[in-house]
């Protein structure tokens, strides 16, 4: 092989060295772009992991905050049971057997006024049977 021969063969190698490095620099470019893009979107994710953990925060808050309230209505509810079974229904009670009493003593007095009314339907029946025996007598004599 000549001197010209190994020159142009060097030539074309170094060419396709060429040809194969600026391949290589668009490939390598491509690659910066995507890693670029993926930085992007990384970035968008930790934002939004961030956001959902404050999120997250301000649910744990209310649902601490509405066992606390849970909490507090089941003893009220308890509260207010034990207030029903233990005072209001024996006042019920109570006040029930306080009328059954009337009731009876109404039903005693009311038994004494109709006696009370026959009585001076009598009375008045006998005091004009009276008055007219009266009368004839006075007429008669």
């Keep these: 092989m000549t001197d ?3 020159l142009q063969e060097i030539l074309a190698v170094t060419q396709s060295l060429k040809t194969d490095v600026s391949s290589l620099k668009t490939d390598v470019q491509s690659l910066k772009t995507d890693v670029q893009s993926l930085k992007t979107d990384v970035s968008s994710l930790k934002t939004d992991v961030q956001s959902l953990k404050t999120d997250m925060k301000f649910v744990k808050t209310d649902v601490q905050q509405l066992k ?3 909490q507090d209505t089941k003893h009220r509810i308890t509260s207010l049971e034990l207030t029903l079974e233990n005072e209001t229904n024996r006042n019920i009670r109570l006040i029930a ?4 009493d009337l009731s009876r003593k ?3 007095a009311l038994v004494v006024e109709n006696q009370k009314e026959m009585l001076l339907i009598r009375v008045n029946t006998l005091e004009n049977e009276m008055r007219k025996l009266k009368e004839q007598m006075v007429t008669t004599s």
Excluded: K, V
């Design 4 to 6: 010209n021969e190994l």
């Design 68 to 70: 606390s309230d849970m």
């Design 97 to 100: 057997e306080g009328h059954l």
């Design 106 to 108: 109404l039903d005693q």
